[in-house]
Nanobody, 120 residues
């Protein structure tokens, strides 16, 4: 599976952005998909994930209530709707995917990242 994230950009605090992640390969629909981010000088952190069916979603506390993850398996696309953006959301955002093996997800596939910059 190859992943390509896009949709990043510069936005003012309080604004919104929608990231997309296009996937190639027929296994996309069977994988857990997630978004991670890495801010300058910081380690990469988990943001959100969604089950293969879209029926279950998980969010980091820092984005809960502001970000929404979704997927369209027919279009092999993952989305991240980001609202009420804060300067601390500034980071390179990566999409990732992988199989769920008995409750453990291994993110085997990663996109190249898209930069989100939130100005105050």
């Amino acid at each position: 599976v190859q992943l390509q994230a896009f949709g990043g950009g510069l936005v003012q605090a309080g604004g919104s952005l929608r990231l997309s992640c296009a996937a190639s390969g027929r296994t996309f629909s069977s994988y857990v998909m997630g978004w991670f981010r890495q801010a300058p000088g910081k380690e990469r952190e988990f943001v959100t994930a969604i089950s293969w069916s879209g029926g279950s979603t998980f969010y980091a506390d820092s984005v809960k209530g502001r970000f929404t993850i979704s997927r369209d398996n027919a279009e092999n696309t993952l989305y991240l709707q980001m609202n009420s953006l804060k300067p601390e959301d500034t980071a390179v955002y990566y999409c990732a995917g992988g199989p769920d093996r008995n409750g453990r997800v291994t993110y085997d596939y990663w996109g190249q990242g898209t930069l989100v910059t939130v100005s105050s």
